[in-house]
Structure formats: C-alpha cells, structure tokens
C-alpha cells in the first residue's frame, strides 16, 4: 500500500496520496484470497481423531474403582472445572497411570441436566463469564483497531516501522493463546489463567501513555496482543 513510506498526516492520514488510494480497492480482493487459501487449507487439514474404547469390565480392578471414585467427585469441591451447561457428548476421564497402563482409557457418558433460559441467566457464573468475556473483547478491539494511531501520538510516524510493529505484534498474537493454554493446563485453573491475563493487559494499558522512542512502543504493542 504504502511502499514510498509516506508520512501520514495528523489529521487527514493519507487522503494527500492519491496514488496510495488508488490501491485500496485492490487491496481488499487481495487479503481475500490470501485469508480464503488459509481458511481452506485449515479445513483440509482437519480431521476426527480415532477413538479408543475399552470396556470398563476388561480394566483391572483398581483402574475401576479409581474411575468411580472420580465420578462420585463432589461439584462443590471440583466447581471450576465443572461446565455451566453440560451436554450430552462423553467426558474422557483421564487416569493417572504408569505408562504401561497410559492407554487404558474409557468413555463414560455423564447424563444431560435440562437447564432452560432462566436457569442459565439466574447463575451467578454465567454472568461473571459474561462480564468478563465483554470487558475483555472491549480490550481487544480497541488495541486491534487504535494501536496504530495510539502509536502516532507516541511519536511513532514511520509508517514502514508501523507495519513491521503490525507484523511481530500478529505473531505475538498467535503466541500468546499457546501460551496461556499451556498454562491452563498446567494449573488447570481458568480463574487463575484468565486472573493472570487481566492483571497483565491491565498494567500495560495504564504505563502506555507513558512509552517513549521506538522500540518502547513497539514491545508494549506486542505484550498487548
């Protein structure tokens, strides 16, 4: 779009350049096809993993009595890890085991509690999910689609260093949900996880303002994503 590195004005951007108007249109058709080829290798590489199924009569006996002692599991006690609306798809217990007895796994089907509309918006959980998943995507759309011009009053107006910080920000991005999923399952706590990400996104938000030079703005941008 921008290959001789205009400088974008203040207050009316790049409606001085024509010729960089001019390529817009084009620009739309070709971040089309690019996301259409990536959507559709996606697709193709998706696939239904095979299913092992063991009957729970052909484990061994203290394999049997660990599986019902994780079934009699209290909610109160196991509360976060429970989901707010179950259905009727089979939950995989996992076992610890030695590793000769790792793939001695069964399914076990958990009966469908009905839960109808009020039921769901009359616990307190939905709505501390609710809140925080608004507040949330508030964040995110406001760091996705003013990070930019956020920069610029930063003192940031190169606008091929603009786009490299776009580049690394999106692959910070990506790396972030791996990395805050590795998390989650190495504490096995959403509260603790999702805690950890508001406090962070938090902090950065509020010493933003506060960046100064060329790479300050460029690292918070990224810790941002």
Not at 136 to 159: E, P, R
Not at 170 to 194: C, E, V
Request: contains cysteine; glycine residues 6%.
């Amino acid at each position: 779009i921008n290959p001789h590195n205009l400088e974008q004005l203040q207050k009316t951007g790049f409606a001085h350049a024509d010729a960089m108007m001019e390529r817009f249109p084009f620009i739309f058709l070709y971040l089309g096809g690019v996301y259409f080829a990536m959507q559709m290798i996606g697709v193709l590489l998706m696939s239904v993993p095979p299913k092992k199924e063991f009957a729970v009569s052909s484990l061994p006996p203290q394999v049997q009595s660990q599986q019902a002692q994780a079934v009699a599991v209290s909610t109160n006690d196991e509360d976060e890890h429970q989901p707010l609306i179950m259905t009727s798809m089979s939950t995989e217990l996992r076992l610890e085991q030695s590793s000769d007895q790792l793939l001695q796994q069964s399914a076990m089907v958990a009966p469908p509690p009905e839960f109808d509309f009020m039921d769901v918006v009359s616990d307190l959980r939905f709505w501390q999910l609710y809140l925080n998943f608004f507040i949330d995507g508030i964040v995110i759309v406001f760091v996705a689609t003013q990070w930019k011009i956020y920069s610029n009053d930063l003192g940031v107006t190169d606008d091929a260093y603009l786009s490299l910080i776009g580049s690394i920000s999106s692959a910070f991005n990506g790396g972030g949900r791996i990395l805050f999923g590795w998390i989650l399952d190495k504490n096995r706590s959403f509260r603790f996880t999702m805690g950890c990400v508001n406090i962070v996104e938090a902090m950065l938000l509020f010493t933003w303002p506060y960046c100064f030079g060329q790479v300050i703005p460029m690292i918070w941008t990224c810790l941002l994503f």
